[in-house]
């Protein structure tokens, strides 16, 4: 148990880390908490969109990590660094358009009941 409680708290400082110094991934927080209670008010499937936004944040938190580490290695510009922090930076661009195909997906048509659309 404690192994497990001294790894917790190194993921629950990586991620202090990320809010202090990540505007996106603050910014990807706050939407992802509006995405919940859209979803819990329009009682739409909360699997689904937990799933989107788990996977965004996830992503976001690899992308700072990878990059970190990056500029730690090789604190000036070079072109190799500069592809993998650009493809990990795409990766949650890309898991970021997909949640929103999900969100409308499942949030679209309860919203559309809800106003009577």
């Known amino acids: 148990m404690r192994r497990w409680l001294r790894s917790a708290g190194f993921a629950f400082r990586g991620l ?16 992802a908490v509006i995405a919940l209670i859209f979803t819990l008010w329009l009682r739409a499937e909360l699997p689904p969109v937990l799933l989107a936004c788990g996977l965004v944040l996830g992503l976001e938190l690899l992308n700072t990590a990878l990059e970190a580490a990056l500029d730690h290695l090789h604190p000036g510009r070079h072109p190799a660094i500069g592809a993998a922090k650009d493809a990990a ?29």
């Not at 880390?17 to 990807?28: L, V």
Request: aromatic share 12%; with cysteine.
């Open 89 to 117: 930076a795409g990766a949650v661009l890309v898991a970021s358009f997909a949640s929103l195909l999900v969100g409308a997906w499942v949030l679209g048509p309860p919203l559309l009941e809800k106003l009577g659309l």
């Open 16 to 31: 202090a880390y990320a809010w202090r110094t990540q505007r996106n991934f603050r910014i990807e927080c706050v939407l």
